[in-house]
């Protein structure tokens, strides 16, 4: 791998990085160097994660061998490792700079927005020179727990206090095993484990895999996790989260800002309240019924003595009929009533709650939820929900107990009081004015933070060595900073690496019969503005090719629009031309809706399918739509938050009142204006996925006309944008766009046709490099211009694809082993596959599709044996006919299994017999379940027992777990398998 020298610092590369790499890079190892914090915008397709990983380890391991030498020459302790050696370097060295050697060995905390994310970025550091660090990753009981009968619990509270009381007693079997397993080749080995590896290696060992990772982050290098994980001082905590000298690397930050308000924020109802008092008598019952009973006094569940007495429940209980008796005395008006953040501690001190006794409440609190969510007195199963509502509450409120930090609740927190909103509900009709008077409302105490540099401050006073925060949309920079509210020392806002003729940005101020798109709030319910939408969104249906996505402001909105379009018949004009999906609210079917899209892209009897999505959804913010998934995005609106949702409107006085101080300060008709903005740019960065992709952006709202929206878009998409003067223009501009992409840029993919290897690669990383010649990579597998299949990536991100990859496996290629007629992956695995095939095809139409594959083949072959490029054909007809192969055709056809997951099934379909092939499927079954590698090759060598299929048994390396793959190489170099 290339290694390129930035700032001093060698930085070890999988490719030649690009310029926006460089400057890149360069930001990152300038503000370790500095010990400062930085803010850095690069575009989705620009490699920012890679470069990330790159600059920042390759700065560390500098770093590591400067303390390390350090440490030889006396600047350390003779006998101290480093982590020891800080604790007393403190101690005698307090207030030295953070540049000094004596804060000791820093760590990178690597945090994203979701588990997928980090889950993909650690694929990433996989493929890079840097796999040989020490990393691990956090994650949450709920995904990491293997206990029986704990993982089977559905509510995570319950779950934790379930984990936390057998890991007290030791009566928890994994848990116990941990330190004696944690030093197990399994997990000590130079494997990278992810959070789905950690569970498989706990499986295996049988212990715990969540407290084998916080055992693993005490030598990592890196430590990946979710960004409550840091911004959250109460899973902080938990976690045991170490910040002192370490650098913050915060990912995907657009979202930061929200995640810092809404960790420091909580909401109670008066119904919460009455629900712990209730579950507080519950206890009070079970202990007045067992005592007449000395024995039964003790209270014990699984042999643990409980840790409060009945006097403690009667004090706690009389605490929660204060705190109820307070907050329904409150004043509330129509609209509610706010206070300044103070009160909150005034309206928990006239229930005794205060700084000197709050931990006690809390504790006795946490030991009563831990006793009912053991316990099984009772037939409702009472699990102390209302109980942890109030301990929530509590450990927000007190996560600081100093002057200072309520000087800061006061500046930066509302709380605010209102009526719940029962409209929706039965009793509304008794009359609104009612319920807003009546003192037996459930009322909602909210507990707003509104300042996103409450929690960053928290942060910087940890001691933090650095904190980057980057994203592919950011901007605008100045507001975020002054948001942040902590000193930034670098800013990037990196160009796009795609070219003019790659993309095509038009503002759409009219539709095609000459009415106003404008979908402000006065105009949203014009039956002429529906209209025009729905025929502009159909005109660009018939020339955009393959993917469309369209964006609205709101599920509300998007809803009515289908209702018009549906009566004026728009809505089906368009799914006859690009079948429409619909994102739906519900997560548990949107897995299923988005599968089916990108099947409906790949059918080449289609022309393409339709989404339509919502900004702020969970289309818009993490799904990868790259090349043929989506070649145009549609916004038909400005995503304005609620303008009268009380939040917002505090959040706007809440601004003004800062503004009035400092200048520097948003105002908040600016803070409302970018927020839309900014979920704008995310929907749009769903369309642009590397550096060959191409696609078009239609901002269908005058208002994007406005010099002040232009500016609050992406930096990189502004110097492309061009107002629609004519309709009819703008659609013969758009045809012709997409004409000339298909016809001058490089196919989606090109991908090397070597045996037993699966390629792949992260949709930023760059071309691969075969040959001395650079091959461009997108997330799809190419097809040729003259073909009429198609080829599309089938995942919502296309880094799953790319699993298996290794720049090793690129060093040897040969570019004559590319070929551009294979079909691609069209699923993530051979599992999948397998499902797949049994509900698409029958053994006789799979027998069909490989004599027309061969067919294929010929014709692709007649075609490069012009250009004077030699491919091996597929050597799968004379199997089909029982013929016995040459040596040199059986070497062929042992060398080219089918690059699609599917075409390889399908021909393990045909090759074996009925029952034979069910005995394949079983056992990969049964394989990916418990991972027995020994029992899966025996099946496999039982069925594959012929030299004619010996290939295929070859093949099967790549779909094997890491740790079986070199073992199984090394068989498969061995095997002489019978003719």
């Known amino acids: ?38 803010l850095l915008e690069s575009p989705t397709g620009t490699g920012k994660t890679l470069s990330l990983l790159c600059s920042s380890l390759a700065w560390l391991l500098v770093k590591k061998a400067q303390l390390q030498m350090n440490a030889q020459v006396g600047n350390f302790s003779e006998h101290s490792n480093f982590s020891g050696n800080l604790k007393d370097s403190l101690k005698s060295g307090a207030g030295k700079s953070k540049d000094s050697t004596s804060w000791g060995m820093p760590k990178i905390i690597y945090s994203s927005r979701t588990h ?92 715990c895999p969540y407290y084998l990772s916080k055992e693993l982050k005490q030598d990592a290098d890196i430590i990946f996790m979710p960004y409550n994980y840091i911004l959250d001082p109460k899973s902080r905590r938990a976690n045991g989260v170490e910040l002192l000298n370490n650098i913050i690397i915060l990912d995907e930050a657009h979202n930061v800002e929200k995640m810092c308000e809404e960790s420091a924020s909580l909401q109670i109802r008066t119904t919460d309240v009455a629900l712990c008092i209730d579950e507080i008598t519950h206890v009070m019952k079970s202990f007045s019924e067992t005592a007449g009973n000395e024995d039964q006094m003790d209270m014990t569940v699984d042999t643990q003595p409980k840790d409060f007495t009945c006097d403690d429940l009667c004090v706690l209980k009389e605490m929660m009929l204060a705190l109820e008796k307070a907050i329904d005395e409150i004043s509330v008006g129509n609209e509610g009533s706010t206070y300044p953040g103070g009160y909150i501690f005034e309206l928990l001190s006239k229930a005794e709650i205060r700084d000197h006794n709050q931990m006690a409440v809390i504790t006795m609190i946490e030991n009563l939820i831990q006793y009912l969510s053991t316990a099984s007195a009772s037939p409702f199963q009472r699990k102390g929900v209302g109980l942890q509502k109030i301990v929530d509450l509590l450990n927000v409120v007190f996560s600081g107990t100093t002057h200072a930090y309520k000087e800061r609740v006061k500046m930066c927190y509302k709380v605010h009081i209102q009526i719940e909103d029962k409209k929706n ?9 009612k319920t807003a008077t009546t003192k037996t409302a459930e009322r909602v105490l909210s ?96 020339v955009v090719p393959d993917g469309l996505l369209v964006f609205f402001p709101s599920y509300p909105i998007m809803a009515k629009c289908q209702e018009a ?12 031309i690009k079948p429409i999906f619909v994102e739906p609210q519900r997560k548990d079917t949107f897995n299923t809706i988005i599968s089916d899209y990108y099947s409906k892209i790949s059918d080449p009897s289609t022309r393409g399918a339709c989404f339509m999505a919502v900004c702020r959804g969970k289309v818009s913010e993490g799904l990868d739509f ?40 948003l105002s908040g008709d600016e803070w409302y204006s970018l927020e839309a903005t900014r979920a704008v740019n995310q929907a749009i960065g769903r369309v642009i996925r590397h550096q060959n992709d191409y696609g078009a952006i239609l901002l269908c709202d005058s208002r994007f006309n406005s010099p002040k929206l232009k500016n609050q878009l992406s930096a990189w998409l502004r110097d492309h944008i061009n107002v629609s003067n004519k309709f009819g223009e703008t659609v013969s501009e758009i045809c012709r766009f997409f004409k000339n992409a298909e016809s001058t840029l490089p196919s989606p993919r090109l991908k090397p046709l070597l045996p037993n290897e699966s390629g792949g690669r992260d949709r930023d990383s760059g071309p691969i490099h075969v040959s001395g010649v650079a091959f461009p990579v997108s997330n799809t597998r190419a097809v040729s211009k003259s073909s009429n299949k198609k080829s599309v ?75 004077k490029l030699k491919i091996k054909p597929f050597g799968f007809e004379e199997n089909l006919n029982g013929e016995k192969s040459t040596e040199d055709q059986s070497r062929a056809v042992e060398k080219v299994p089918p690059a699609s997951l ?72 061995n095997v002489k398998l019978s003719s």
């Open 1 to 38: 791998m290339p290694e390129v020298m930035i700032c001093g610092i060698p930085v070890t590369f999988p490719f030649e990085p690009y310029e926006v790499q460089k400057v890149y890079m360069e930001r990152v190892i300038e503000s370790l160097q500095n010990n400062t914090n930085a």
């Open 793 to 867: 990536s089938q995942y919502p991100n296309s880094n799953e694809v790319y699993a298996d990859f290794s720049m090793d496996f690129y060093k040897n290629a040969k570019a004559s082993a590319y070929v551009k007629e294979f079909k691609p992956n069209t699923n993530k695995d051979l599992f999948s596959a397998i499902d797949q095939d049994d509900t698409q095809q029958s053994p006789s139409q799979s027998l069909v599709t490989i004599h027309k594959r061969t067919a294929d083949v010929s014709l692709v072959n007649n075609i490069v044996k012009k250009k």
């Open 565 to 576: 379009w549906q009566n004026e018949g728009i809505w089906s004009s368009i799914n006859n």
């Open 116 to 207: 997928s994310q980090l889950t993909q970025a650690m694929q990433e550091l996989k493929r890079s020179s840097y796999k040989h660090v020490k990393a691990t990753v956090l994650g949450s009981r709920d995904q990491m727990c293997i206990h029986p009968e704990v993982s089977k619990e559905t509510n995570n509270m319950n779950k934790v206090h379930m984990c936390q009381l057998r890991v007290k007693s030791r009566t928890c079997h994994f848990y116990n095993n941990v330190e004696s397993k944690k030093e197990d080749r399994a997990v000590k080995g130079d494997e990278i484990l992810d959070i789905e590896d950690l569970v498989t290696v706990g499986k295996k060992l049988k212990c």
């Open 447 to 542: 507990y707003w933070c509104f300042s996103p540099g409450f929690g960053m401050k928290q942060l910087i006073e940890q001691n933090v060595r650095s904190i980057i925060l980057t994203s592919g949309t950011l901007a605008p920079l100045k507001p975020l900073t002054s948001e942040l509210g902590i000193p930034i020392g670098v800013q990037l806002e990196n160009p796009h690496i795609v070219k003019s003729n790659q993309i095509c940005v038009k503002i759409m101020s009219q539709g095609p019969d000459g009415v106003m798109l404008n979908s402000n709030y006065q105009n949203r319910d014009n039956p002429k503005y529906l209209s025009s939408l729905g025929r502009t969104i159909l005109s660009f249906c018939r």
């Open 902 to 973: 599917i075409e390889f099934v399908k021909e393990i379909k045909v090759l074996l017999q009925t029952d034979q092939y069910k005995e394949f499927q079983l056992s990969i079954s049964a394989y990916k379940k418990s991972g027995d590698y020994e029992a899966f090759l025996k099946v496999l060598s039982s069925l594959f027992e012929n030299s004619k299929m010996l290939y295929l048994f070859k093949g099967m390396k790549r779909f094997l777990k890491e740790e079986h793959k070199v073992t199984f190489q090394d068989y498969c170099d």
């Open 626 to 665: 790259a090349d043929m998934n989506g070649r145009a995005v549609i916004i038909t609106g400005l995503p304005f938050p609620p303008l009268k949702d009380p939040r917002i409107i505090l959040k706007k006085k809440y601004l003004e009142e800062l503004r009035t101080k400092d200048k520097q300060f």
């Open 425 to 433: 509900k039965k009793t509304d009709s008794w009359g609104a004015l």
